[in-house]
Every structure is written in structure tokens, then in C-alpha cells.
């Protein structure tokens, strides 16, 4: 371990925390992972053993006070973010935090407020880790560039192989469609104004009482109309496409993310089993920037008002769910200055 790089406290060592602890150990440069926090002790060992020399404790309080901390990853259920959220602002910390920043868009707001209070710029970064996928950054630069004028839709495909146990109906949208309200802000540069969702026949191989695919239909500020098809129990693996209607073009991203073989009567492409493989590549370059740009005090990444805009239009979709009708999206509070010039992905570098 060097002692210039950043000590990394990893809280939750489940799907994701494990693998980023494996991600800091063995890809990523100029950070260390000096601390595990994971109740349960079978997951804390294996994740320790992944990373030579950093603890185990109990609770996130218990690691602060054993070893010096710079940052901190929060990869524990989504419910549990916002008391590590707290304690890490309190304690000058900086933060990489999977999505959702918190469950609730009141409690992201109160991360908001807060992270103004103790901080002089932001340094709580979410894990929306699409935005650093080559897909959607080329996307990005082909709206902002003009070349097939206006962008008028965009047409998702989200598509998991199966549920876990306990999956419901409004993890369609707090899990999974989350990762679309995150990107379809960053690919228009809008806010999302309206959500409707619609519920077509049931596919039968899915839990009892779980009505999947959906299809959430999102408006943003300027009227561009982006659909999500959320399916989650399609059996044959992961997938995840988009389609981009511009007024004298048409781009799509994610159908071919390996090579096409073509063999014996039929051309064939491998699926990603899960979004570990599909976005492999764009979690590497989301946790090196984010150790990059906590070494020097900051993020370089989305943002607490991002994970906050997400949960309030996240909020209202579940509320769609429900009702069937075409909610409006309310923010309780526009743009603080302070989150102006955080994003150095939106702002360049999209190679
Ligand atoms: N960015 C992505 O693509 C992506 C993908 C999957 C999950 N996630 C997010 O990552 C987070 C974790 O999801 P997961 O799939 O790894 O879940 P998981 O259930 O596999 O892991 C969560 C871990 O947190 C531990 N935990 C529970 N309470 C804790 C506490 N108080 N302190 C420390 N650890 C505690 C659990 O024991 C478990 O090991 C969630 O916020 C989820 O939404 C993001």
C-alpha cells in the first residue's frame, strides 16, 4: 500500500462492493482498499481476502475509528445510504455512492442541503456508471455535435435474464429503469418533465403477481420523447440498447458489444450474462476517475443533485405505475450553483 493513495472504506460487500473492492485491488491506480464494512461475516472475509491489509469491521463507525480513511464507497442496499451519506460529509470524506443516492427524494434533498453545508464543492459522486459507457458518450457527442439535427427520441431496451427473490413491482423503476432517468437527462441535457407507464401482456415465466415488461414513457423539458422497455425475466441474458431519432438520423448503441460470428448458417453474437460484463469497462474508468478526482477534493462524475433529480422522477414513475395516468415531474428546488462544474464526462474527454 502506498501512503499517497487514497484509503478506500468499501461499506457493503455484496454484488457490487465486492466487485469494486476487486476492481481497486487489482485494475484501478493510486487508491487502496483499507477498510471492509460487512455485517455478514462469510461475504466480509471473502471481500478481505481480496484486498491484502484492509480491515473488516462491523459498522462504518467502527472502521473510522481503527484506520484513517480518505473516502468512501457505499454499496449497501439503497435504503441504508443516507446515515453513511451523513457520516461521511461530517467527517470531510469523499464519496463514490451506488445508485439510488437515497430511496427517497426527500432524504436526497437533505444530502443536497447538507453536502452545501459541510462542503466548498461537491465530493458525494452516485454510480450511475452508463455515463462513462463508450455507447452513450458517443451518443452524447453526436446530439451535442448537430450533424442529424435535433434529437427528437430515444428508444431504450432494458433487459434482465431473471428476478431474485422478493423482486417487485417498483424495483422495476428503483432498480433497474433508475439507470435510464439517469442517462436520459445526460443524452438531451434536459430535465425529464412527465412519466407515464404502460403495461402490456404479462410474460408468464415471470414471479406471480410481478406485471412485466413495462413500458415508462418519459417526456423531457423540450418534448423529446424517450421509451423504456423493461423486461426482466427474458431468460436468454442481459442487454442493454438504445436507439436515438434525430430529425435526418437514426444511432443505436449496445447491439454488438462483441464480435459477430458468422458460421454454420447463422451470424452470431454472444449476450452479456449480466450488467457486470455489459458495463465492465465503464465501472473501470467510473471508479479510476472518481479516485482520481477525490485525490484531489473532488468528482468528476454525476453528482448529489443528479442521484436527487433521479429520485424525484424515479418517485413519480412508481406513482405512474400505479395510477396509469400522465404524471407531471416536480423539483422541489431548481439547480444550486455549487453543482455547476462538477461533470468533466459532460464536459469533454469523451473519447
Ligand atoms: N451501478 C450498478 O449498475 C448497480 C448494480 C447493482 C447494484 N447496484 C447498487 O449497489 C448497491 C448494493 O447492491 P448489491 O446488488 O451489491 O446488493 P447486495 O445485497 O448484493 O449487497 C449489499 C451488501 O450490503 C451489506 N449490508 C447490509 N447492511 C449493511 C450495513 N449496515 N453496513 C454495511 N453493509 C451492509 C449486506 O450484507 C450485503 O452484503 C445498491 O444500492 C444497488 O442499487 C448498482
Redesign the pocket.
Known amino acids: 500500500m502506498s501512503t499517497d493513495n487514497l484509503r478506500v472504506a468499501v461499506?457493503?460487500?455484496?454484488?457490487?462492493?465486492a466487485d469494486h473492492v476487486r476492481r481497486i485491488t487489482a485494475k484501478i491506480s493510486n487508491a487502496d482498499v483499507v477498510a471492509i464494512?460487512?455485517?455478514?461475516q462469510g461475504?466480509a472475509a471473502a471481500a478481505a481476502a481480496l484486498a491484502p491489509g484492509a480491515i473488516a469491521a462491523a459498522?462504518?463507525d467502527e472502521a473510522l475509528d481503527a484506520t484513517a480513511i480518505d473516502a468512501v464507497i457505499i454499496?449497501?442496499?439503497?435504503f441504508?445510504?443516507e446515515p453513511i451519506l451523513v457520516t461521511a460529509l461530517e467527517r470531510g470524506l469523499m464519496v463514490l455512492c451506488?445508485?439510488?443516492l437515497t430511496t427517497l427524494a426527500e432524504d436526497s434533498l437533505r444530502i443536497v442541503e447538507l453536502e452545501q453545508q459541510h462542503a466548498s464543492r461537491p465530493v458525494i459522486q452516485v454510480?450511475f456508471?452508463r455515463r462513462f459507457d463508450a455507447g452513450y458518450k458517443e451518443l452524447l457527442a453526436l446530439r451535442e455535435s448537430g450533424a442529424n439535427g435535433a434529437l427528437l427520441a430515444l428508444h431504450h431496451a432494458h433487459r434482465n435474464p431473471t428476478t431474485p427473490p422478493n423482486y417487485g413491482e417498483d424495483m422495476l423503476i428503483k432498480?433497474s429503469v433508475i439507470?435510464e432517468i439517469d442517462i436520459i437527462p445526460f443524452l438531451t441535457g434536459e430535465p425529464i418533465m412527465s412519466v407515464e407507464v404502460k403495461k402490456p401482456r404479462s410474460n408468464s415465466l415471470a414471479p406471480a403477481g410481478l406485471p412485466e415488461p413495462q413500458f415508462v414513457l418519459f417526456t423531457t423539458e423540450s418534448g423529446v420523447l424517450a421509451i423504456v422497455e423493461i423486461s426482466v425475466n427474458v431468460q436468454f441474458g442481459y442487454q442493454v440498447t438504445t436507439e436515438a431519432v434525430f430529425e435526418s438520423g437514426v444511432a443505436y448503441i449496445g447491439r454488438e458489444t462483441s464480435q459477430t460470428v458468422v458460421s454454420a448458417g447463422l451470424s452470431a453474437q454472444p449476450i452479456t450474462p449480466s450488467?457486470k460484463e455489459r458495463?465492465s469497462a465503464a465501472y473501470d474508468e467510473e471508479v479510476q476517475r472518481w479516485v482520481d478526482a477525490a485525490r484531489g477534493g473532488g468528482i468528476d462524475g454525476p453528482s448529489a443533485w443528479d442521484g436527487y433529480t433521479a429520485s424525484v422522477v424515479a418517485e413519480v414513475a412508481v406513482r405512474a405505475q400505479q395510477t396509469g395516468a400522465l404524471e407531471p415531474v416536480e423539483y422541489a428546488v431548481t439547480k444550486p450553483t455549487f453543482y455547476d462544474e462538477v461533470f468533466a464526462v459532460a464536459a469533454g474527454d469523451r473519447a
Do not use: C, I, N
Open positions: 461499506v457493503g460487500a455484496g454484488q457490487m462492493g464494512v460487512e455485517p455478514d461475504r459498522s462504518f454499496a449497501t442496499p439503497g441504508l445510504h451506488e445508485k439510488p454510480g456508471m432498480d439507470h450488467y458495463f
